[in-house]
């Protein structure tokens, strides 16, 4: 049987399975039928070059996309996947009317400041139609930190009908300041983003993205490095903590959020909230949370909640008595909500009695980074996971033992 013997409908499902690129580039020109096929707005609506790696081979398969293939789907393309080093040849055509999405990965700080200059293929060519923008810095130099400033400032500013943002960091790189502070409060501002997931330095530069300069934005993911500047808590613990509680009252437009990904004191103000992700760690209570804590302080106060995600360790917890405590009791709490959860308990011997860390998470796992697990992990399936960090409880007791 010959390949074109099978019907379009088949032929359409064999190659929306195959890298789209690669399908263009073999088949298009070979016959009538195959060209019908593969030039089908379902196979051309999305576009991934990423997995072209820059050597002469492919520049030149890359340049006879550009010249043969793109004339002939552009009016079909509405998202780009994209390595920053084609990125530049391909929006310099002119040709993508529709283009409305824009995804690329591992740009350095440097790149990315030419990106989004205002004199960039980019901005000049497509400011007014990129819709949804993805990106993720791969940078460990925290000397271009100021560079950062400017790009995050040159989005905004630039792309004027922006409404999904999605600015993602490598795991190494760490924010030296605040983003946001002392800058004047049209900075990252815009009224057409809707859904944003960002890196910061604290919570106060949360705070200052909510004073109202996001006037429609319903989903808000911040990763931040540290809730409060370090330095200047050690230094004035009182009234750092005093002007993050002014800039808090300032917030704005929390009663639009429907989701949410943070955990800080004014949480219970989000009304309308309908997804919560709560990555949590807390040290030194005298006891462990459960499900009926978290209602009684937090999600009482959802009353349009519809999906609770959640990773919380418990760490430094020392019982004092001779009742081991059971990690089923709280895995119980959890369970009677309807939510498949799973977790551990691990336990140590501490000159003041039992040192204790209790770790449960919500089923399936959403999270990229996991909060810190020990030797009684279990494991499971966790396909979002990208850091990973174990430490051994009986070690770091040994230690402050002998300290």
């Not at 209602?295 to 760490?315: A, G, S």
């Amino acid at each position: 049987m010959n390949i074109l013997d099978l019907s379009d409908e088949i032929l359409l499902y064999i190659f929306k399975k195959l890298q789209n690129f690669d399908v263009l580039h073999s088949l298009l020109g070979s016959n009538r039928k195959l060209d019908a096929i593969v030039c089908d707005r379902i196979l051309t609506q999305s576009i991934d070059f990423t997995r072209l790696v820059s050597n002469e081979k492919t520049k030149k398969i890359f340049d006879e996309f550009c010249s043969q293939i793109l004339p002939r789907i552009h009016r079909n393309i509405q998202c780009l996947k994209i390595d920053p080093c084609w990125l530049e040849f391909i929006l310099d055509t002119r040709q993508l009317n529709n283009l409305h999405r824009l995804h690329f990965t591992d740009v350095n700080i440097v790149t990315a400041s030419k990106i989004f200059h205002e004199t960039s293929s980019l901005i000049v060519n497509f400011k007014d139609q990129i819709e949804e923008l993805s990106f993720t810095i791969d940078e460990e130099n925290i000397s271009t930190f100021d560079l950062l400033i400017g790009i995050y400032r040159q989005i905004f500013c630039l792309l004027t009908n922006l409404k999904y943002l999605n600015l993602n960091m490598n795991s190494g790189f760490v924010l030296l300041k605040s983003l946001l502070d002392n800058l004047p409060s049209a900075t990252c501002s815009s009224s057409t983003v809707t859904h944003l997931n960002i890196k910061l330095h604290n919570i106060d530069d949360c705070f200052l993205l909510l004073d109202g300069r996001l006037s429609q934005l319903h989903t808000l993911i911040v990763k931040l490095d540290f809730v409060h500047d370090q330095a200047l808590l050690r230094r004035l613990p009182i009234e750092t903590l005093c002007h993050s509680i002014r800039l808090s009252d300032k917030t704005k437009n929390f009663e639009k959020l429907k989701s949410f990904s943070l955990i800080v004191r004014f949480l219970r103000r989000l009304v309308q909230l309908e997804t919560l992700s709560l990555s949590l760690r807390l040290y030194q209570r005298d006891t462990f949370i459960d499900y009926n804590y978290l209602e009684d302080i937090l999600l009482n106060h959802f009353i349009c909640l519809k999906n609770f995600h959640f990773d919380i360790v418990v760490d430094h917890v020392i019982i004092y008595d001779d009742i081991r405590p059971c990690f089923s009791d709280i895995q119980r709490t959890f369970i009677h909500k309807e939510s498949r959860v799973d977790g551990y308990l691990d336990c140590a011997n501490h000159p003041a009695g039992l040192w204790s860390q209790c770790h449960i998470y919500s089923l399936p796992f959403v999270f990229e980074y996991m909060q810190p697990i020990t030797n009684c992990f279990s494991g499971g399936l966790f396909r979002t996971v990208t850091v990973v960090w174990l430490k051994d409880l009986n070690k770091i007791l040994s230690n402050i033992v002998s300290s």
